[in-house]
């Protein structure tokens, strides 16, 4: 193995915190799926625990994406550029998803008068939770398939469409999506006390690992054609196994878990699986950042701003790492988190 | 509409937007805890419940700002991805560590919203501070990535391109100091009349109401004194302007002629094709003498800078008398509410002066709009100040004008309803009913 460079440092702390995004992040993203799809009798039940899981931490979640592209712009500008250029359409209507997820959620949390107003922000939240993590996973999907090259004329369609939307990256949306309902559903086992719906998230989470499974094979099978460079990563090379055999362990793990309802095993074997499958992509398309042409070290910046972001990460941590314990041990010790519990956060509220 | 147009307009008016989230982020913090505090002093439950709206309206307001913001930092790349592959690696480390800022605020704004009955009071009250804090931090880590633009230093220009980084001394560019200092006070200035203007207006119609009258008082106590010193800061805004980018100052004062005993101009209308100022008041030497400290100092006007170097000299200028009849007005209605509260001590028995105050609620906001066209309409055609052109820097993707549609229609939406909200959720008058019980907002899903 070569030596690891300053530069590839900052692209696996990059990595890390794009997964802790995908863990965090995508499991509220998840909600908003299992909002819309929420039926039954117990259907405005499931909405209320999905709310109250979601409502306190969102935002929070929501930072490590900035991290992820204040990390790109700062360390990998070259790459950074040229993906917000080929990738532009569906990066901006991501960020539309984004806004409309993230107000409309906010809205109807505290718009509490009207239960149209509220069936209506709900519908908004819910369908931007569908689109958003799609549209993630396609520009994903762009990078990994090496499409996404320095503009070089060519019609509109040619620069600006064909690298985005191919089935390969299609399929790559429908895995994103179906591992954020996994995910969400996975966690909304913890979210609650009360028994029939715990049955009901744990239901939903078993179908939504089969939908996790069917939607790897088929973006295996289409990475032949349309991501040869990745598909070559993922086939050959000397991490493959044991990832792969981490990915299988995980998800067989999980199964096993929530089969026997050991929902907090389940919930730590979820997030293994869904970062193994992250990392694979990562490992895969490793040294470029940005295939078939920008490696890490050549997008990478001068060594100075690299090093001074090393540094920022770490003041970072120690400001934030004591802050974060705070935060839990005031809300996440004691009884009465879930929303089965009466009383979680009476008084409190916003 | 061009592409480059279209590209400007679409950040112009997400900044703008994101700006009045912002502001508030990093105001209503302060007005929390400083009602929370009185609370903890005096026992008047009133300014309990004046604190718990507080946060309640923050909130809301808190998590427009974050998507909006969000989608900020994705335009910088979406529009700009020549700016940000050159600057990226200097200008990088504020945006990380506004981050860093901003994360602490959103953990400890969690602590504070949720956690009314679940930590000691002291406690409670520390939290509100570092929201405060945080807040204020990362308003000032931003604002130093947009100084840079102004006054960019910590490098080399080896053949045009920028090279041998040193993104600390980037960091410490002329304009960080007075432009931060100058955006912190114009957030308190802001935020402080906004709010005591919208309690003095329904004061007016309802003297007595103990609601609005401790409200006032806390809003004015945070945002007289920033309006009072923000002419102060701006002067030495002004100065440093003066001296790092010149044709933004003579844009600003539609100043063409270099010559010593340079006047002051109040009003005007500047005549591009014609190169010269018509109507206005000039006070005789008043520019040289703010800008340079010395009447007699030479300014260098507009001809004296090639053509396409010139920023939009009406808008520039329109804006800069805008924010300078504001800020002068909101600083004159600060001096008289602290002589009335010195004197008398109610300033909400005081009709004309609650009228006054009313007037001021929109103002800092307009101030602080209009301030922000002057810094970046009038750097242009530069995107970063001399080094590089914002045409040269624009995405190569066609059909800008649509995205910059979408957006604006987005953000015409969510202004809409956000002010709908506010109205109804804060700043009505309690009812009856929430007078009497002690107040516990609905949990989220509770209908
Ligand atoms: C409440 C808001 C507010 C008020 C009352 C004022 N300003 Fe201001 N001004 C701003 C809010 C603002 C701002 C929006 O915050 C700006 C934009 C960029 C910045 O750093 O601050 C600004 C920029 C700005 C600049 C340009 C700096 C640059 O281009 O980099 C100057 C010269 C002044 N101001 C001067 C003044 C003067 C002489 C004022 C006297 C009354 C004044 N401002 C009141
Ligand atoms: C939030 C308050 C701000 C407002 C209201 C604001 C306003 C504007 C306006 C009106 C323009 C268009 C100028 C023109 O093209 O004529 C612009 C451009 C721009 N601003 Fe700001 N700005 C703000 C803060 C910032 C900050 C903090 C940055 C930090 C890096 C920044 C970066 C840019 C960039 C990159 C452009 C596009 C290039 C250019 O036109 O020069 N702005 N902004
Ligand atoms: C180019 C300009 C700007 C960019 C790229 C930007 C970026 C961001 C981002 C990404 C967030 C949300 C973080 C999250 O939710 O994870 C945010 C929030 C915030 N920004 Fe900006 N910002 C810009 C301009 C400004 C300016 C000029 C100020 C203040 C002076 C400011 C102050 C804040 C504050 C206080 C918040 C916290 C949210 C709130 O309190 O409502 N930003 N910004």
């Avoid at chain 1, 499991?27 to 209320?48: K, N, S, Y």
């Avoid at chain 2, 844009?251 to 010559?259: D, I, L, N, P, S």
Wanted: glycine share 10%; net charge neutral.
């Amino acid at each position: 193995m070569p030596e690891l460079s300053l530069a590839d440092a900052l692209a696996g702390l990059l990595a890390l915190s794009l997964n802790a995004y995908v863990l965090f992040g995508g499991a509220d993203f998840g909600g908003g799926v299992w909002d819309m799809l929420a039926t039954g009798p117990r259907r405005a039940r499931q909405r209320e625990v999905i709310a109250h899981a979601i409502g306190p931490i969102w935002e929070a979640n929501h930072v490590w994406l900035i991290l992820a592209i204040v990390l790109g712009f700062t360390c990998f500008s070259p790459a950074f550029a040229r993906v917000m250029t080929v990738l532009h359409i569906p990066v901006s209507l991501m960020l539309v998803g984004i806004v409309l997820r993230g107000s409309a959620f906010t809205f109807r949390t505290y718009d509490d008068e009207h239960d149209a107003a509220q069936l209506r922000w709900g519908r908004i939240f819910s369908s931007a939770s569908v689109v958003t993590p799609l549209l993630l996973g396609v520009c994903i999907g762009a990078v990994a398939s090496g499409r996404v090259v320095a503009p070089a004329g060519g019609a509109f369609g040619e620069r600006f469409v064909e690298p985005w939307l191919t089935p390969f990256a299609l399929a790559v949306g429908l895995l994103t999506l179906a591992l954020f309902a996994f995910l969400a559903a996975v966690f909304l086992t913890l979210e609650t006390g009360d028994r029939e719906l715990v049955e009901d998230f744990r239901r939903r989470a078993l179908w939504s690992g089969v939908a996790v499974f069917c939607a790897s094979a088929l973006v295996l099978l289409l990475s032949f054609d349309g991501a040869p460079l990745m598909n070559r990563g993922l086939m050959g090379s000397a991490w493959a196994v044991p990832l792969h055999l981490g990915t299988a362990a995980a998800s067989v793990a999980v199964f096993a878990a929530l089969w026997s309802r050991r929902f907090r095993a389940a919930r730590v074997g979820a997030g293994l699986q869904v970062s193994c499958i992250f990392w694979g992509w990562v490992a895969s398309q490793y040294p470029y950042l940005v295939p078939p042409d920008l490696t890490v070290d050549a997008a990478g910046a001068p060594e100075v701003t690299l090093r001074l972001s090393l540094w920022a990460l770490g003041l970072g941590v120690l400001v934030l790492a004591p802050s974060l314990l705070y935060l839990f041990r005031v809300f996440k010790s004691g009884p009465g988190d879930g929303v089965g519990v009466s009383g979680g956060h009476a008084g409190g509220g916003p | 509409m061009s592409d480059l147009l279209a590209a400007r307009s679409q950040m112009a008016m997400s900044l703008a937007f994101h700006i009045i989230f912002a502001v508030v982020g990093i105001g209503m913090p302060v007005l929390m805890v400083v009602a929370e505090r009185r609370w903890q002093k005096t026992g008047d439950p009133i300014y309990l419940e004046l604190a718990r709206r507080w946060a309640k309206g923050t909130a809301i307001l808190f998590a427009v700002g974050a998507v909006s913001g969000t989608v900020l930092s994705f335009e910088l790349g979406l529009l700009w991805p020549g700016f940000m592959e050159a600057a990226g690696p200097i200008i990088g480390m504020p945006f990380s560590l506004e981050g860093f800022a901003f994360f602490t605020e959103a953990i400890f704004l969690g602590v504070y919203l949720y956690g009314w009955n679940r930590i000691s009071a002291r406690a409670h009250l520390w939290a509100g501070i570092l929201v405060a804090v945080s807040g204020a931090a990362s308003g000032i880590f931003v604002v130093i990535a947009n100084a840079w633009m102004n006054a960019p230093t910590g490098f080399e220009l080896v053949n045009g391109r920028i090279q041998n980084l040193d993104p600390i001394a980037g960091m410490l560019n002329p304009m960080a100091f007075p432009q931060t200092l100058h955006m912190t006070l114009a957030s308190y200035a802001a935020t402080g009349f906004a709010v005591a203007g919208i309690h003095a207006f329904l004061l007016l119609f309802d003297r007595q109401n103990g609601f609005h009258r401790r409200a006032l008082s806390v809003a004015l106590l945070v945002g007289a004194p920033a309006a009072l010193l923000q002419p102060v800061s701006g002067d030495l805004s002004a100065k440093a302007v003066a001296r790092l980018q010149p044709a933004k100052l003579a844009a600003m004062e539609a100043h063409f002629e270099t010559g010593p005993r340079a006047p002051l101009l109040l009003g005007g209308w500047p005549d591009v094709d014609r190169e010269e100022t018509r109507y206005g008041i000039r006070i005789p030497g008043g520019l040289s003498f703010l800008a340079f400290g010395d009447v007699e100092a030479e300014v260098t006007g507009l001809r004296d800078f090639p053509r396409d170097e010139w920023p939009n000299v009406a808008i520039v200028h329109l804006a800069f008398q805008i924010m300078v009849g504001l800020g002068t007005y909101l600083a004159l209605v600060s001096l008289w509410a602290a002589w009335v509260g010195w004197r008398r001590r109610d300033v909400a028995g005081n009709r004309p002066l609650l009228v006054a105050v009313a007037l001021a609620a929109p103002m800092g906001f307009i101030a602080i709009e209009a301030g922000w066209t002057v810094t970046e309409v009038g750097r242009q055609p530069w995107i970063i100040y001399g080094v590089m052109r914002t045409a040269d820097a624009v995405t190569s993707m066609p059909g800008l004008v649509y995205p910059f549609a979408v957006f604006t229609a987005l953000y015409c939406f969510l202004g809409l309803i956000v002010a709908w909200l506010l109205y109804r959720q804060i700043i009505r008058s309690p009812r009856a009913d929430e007078w009497s019980r002690v107040y516990a907002p609905a949990r989220p899903g509770d209908a």
